[in-house]
């Protein structure tokens, strides 16, 4: 029997029964949690952290954020744990799918975006949903044909001879033809990818206007055969300009037939599995932010790329390389920036929580390395209620200090400090405004 389950980053799962609608606790059945137990372990031999066992009865959740659909049935839906008071899970879900959207760079419909905030569905039907939205435009818009190669025997001549195959025909059956020929059909990768996609959602979805679009679509679409070879089929999807409709839809197919997205975990179940590191999207959300925010002239070189430093050398052979997050040039000058998805706050205690000393030390050696010693350096946090403004600056030195600044999620804005002088390569619009105009989560 089906099952749904919500919680949130580091939630408490356990087989003993807990009180209803709590985010931070569930219960789960029997077979869900063992299988979740296997899921665990094989994260683990991979250098990845998504389970801890408490016991024998219960799990603690890591910060991996997404749905995850058991071989029992118990859907699994992890939001993250950002919004304290309020409707916190509605609140989780929008923020999510925006992260998602900007980290994977997808384009969602716009009917779908305008509706956002009345779309209450787990994140697994919002896909399939912008799937199906995009997979009907398609349609409409025409499914791309191609000439198909086929060589056949037949009673009568079409296209081409086949001669070699002609006389190797077995005595009696002269009066057939080994021809070749070329057929115009919808039989192609994308089109096979496509109908695989979609019969994983007519299969998995549970809201009732996905399963009746994904039943007419299949209707429409009776005669494409599914990809037996998803992999290869991928890597022959066309992108030349015939192609073009093509391409709004591939990264919804990708995550729905579980590919190897940049930040998408998928196991050997073949369920509707999606878990995304909550570190990651911070980061790439706040990437495209920067992105959209800089000043022309300024550039943005993100994880030191091409221009990567080492901690050390041995002899000539570079030893623990550094790669800050982000870095900003403009007219000279130079800013590394980290993001980290941790909650920063005011008092003394709820600093020591987030403000680790190892990041300390790690944005001290970006400094050396990248600045010389001398420059500003900022370690950006997600927006709380408890950090709204920017901390007073870290000395490491008279010429080298940094920066603990909260990232407002809600508004889509970095909360700069007016000593801080980054904000000669942002555009004064985004990275100033008065903090009474921005939304408090939560």
Request: aromatic content about 10%; proline content about 5%.
């Amino acid at each position: 029997m089906s099952a749904s389950v919500v919680v949130r980053e580091y939630a408490c799962l356990t087989t003993a029964p807990v009180a209803p609608d709590d985010l931070d606790c569930a219960q789960v059945s029997e077979s869900a949690f063992d299988w979740l137990c296997e899921l665990s372990a094989r994260f683990n031999s991979n250098g990845a952290k998504l389970l801890q066992v408490q016991g024998r009865r219960s799990l603690k959740w890591d910060s991996y954020v997404g749905v995850l659909e058991t071989p029992c049935g118990t859907r699994l839906e992890i939001v993250p744990k950002h919004h304290e008071e309020g409707d916190c899970l509605q609140k989780g879900r929008q923020l999510l799918r925006k992260l998602i959207q900007r980290a994977l760079d997808l384009k969602a419909r716009e009917a779908s975006v305008a509706g956002l905030e009345l779309f209450e569905a787990p994140l697994s039907e919002w896909v399939m949903a912008q799937f199906l939205a995009e997979l009907d435009l398609l349609v409409k818009r025409g499914v791309r044909f191609d000439y198909q190669r086929v060589e056949e025997e037949q009673r009568f001549l079409r296209g081409q001879l086949n001669v070699v195959a002609q006389m190797r025909q077995r005595p009696g059956k002269q009066h057939y033809f080994q021809i070749r020929h070329d057929v115009f059909q919808p039989n192609r990768a994308e089109n096979r990818l496509l109908k695989s996609a979609l019969e994983q959602v007519a299969k998995s979805t549970r809201d009732a206007n996905n399963w009746r679009l994904a039943a007419e679509l299949r209707a429409m679409l009776s005669d494409l055969p599914a990809s037996r070879q998803i992999d290869l089929d991928f890597r022959a999807w066309s992108t030349d300009r015939l192609m073009a409709h093509y391409q709004a839809i591939k990264p919804w197919c990708e995550l729905i037939l579980n590919q190897q997205m940049p930040l998408a975990v998928s196991g050997e179940w073949r369920g509707m599995s999606m878990l995304f590191p909550m570190e990651k999207l911070f980061e790439r959300y706040v990437e495209g932010w920067l992105r959209n925010c800089l000043v022309p002239g300024a550039e943005l070189i993100t994880q030191g790329k091409g221009i990567a430093k080492s901690l050390c050398k041995q002899g000539s052979e570079p030893v623990f390389e550094l790669k800050p997050d982000f870095l900003v040039d403009n007219d000279g000058r130079r800013w590394v920036l980290d993001a980290k998805w941790k909650r920063a706050g005011q008092g003394a205690e709820k600093k020591k929580e987030a403000l680790r000393e190892a990041d300390f030390y790690q944005l001290f050696a970006y400094g050396h390395k990248y600045l010389d010693g001398k420059g500003e350096l900022a370690l950006i946090y997600p927006r709380t209620r408890q950090f709204d403004q920017p901390l007073p600056p870290f000395d490491y030195s008279p010429d080298l200090r940094l920066w603990a600044l909260p990232f407002d999620l809600d508004a889509d804005r970095l909360l700069i400090d007016d000593e801080m002088q980054f904000t000669d390569c942002t555009k004064a619009a985004m990275g100033t405004a008065p903090l009474d105009q921005a939304v408090i989560p939560g």
